[in-house]
């Protein structure tokens, strides 16, 4: 029997309208690399510090680890920016399928809410149950 379930949020779970990759490509460019779009689409759904770093580096900079890590930053601040602006929905059925797992005793873990923006919680209500921490409840 499957006793977690562990979901993807942006494009997954819910629409943020791309923001994240919107984001991903700022922070890029905001240290001075070029981003094309097959490059971006190639990182889409990894580690977004591995992704800020290789995208960069694609782009004609290379970052060190400190780097990276602050254009991480820099990516989350966006991010935050746009889901305040426009708040991520749920995708049609997320939220009953979050539910019917639920009602069938499968934890359900969205990953990376508060890591990336926290406000991308929101679009979730408790009673849909699902965990905004890895690991469910």
């Not at 890029?28 to 981003?35: Q, Y």
Request: charged share 25%; net charge negative.
């Amino acid at each position: 029997m499957i006793e977690l379930v562990a979901l993807d949020i942006a494009g997954t779970t819910v629409d943020d309208g791309g923001a994240v990759y919107v984001a991903l490509r700022e922070a890029v460019e905001e240290v001075g690399a070029t981003v094309a779009d097959d490059d971006l689409a190639h990182w889409m759904g990894t580690d977004k510090v591995t992704a800020i770093a290789n995208l960069a580096r694609i782009g004609g900079v290379d970052l060190d680890e400190a780097a990276a890590q602050r254009a991480f930053g820099r990516f989350r601040q966006i991010l935050a920016e746009a889901y305040r602006s426009a708040p991520p929905r749920p995708i049609d059925a997320a939220e009953a399928t979050v539910a019917s797992l639920r009602a069938n005793g499968v934890r359900v873990a969205l990953t990376r809410p508060d890591s990336i923006a926290p406000s991308s919680s929101r679009c979730w209500p408790r009673s849909a149950g699902a965990s905004t921490a890895m690991g469910g409840r």
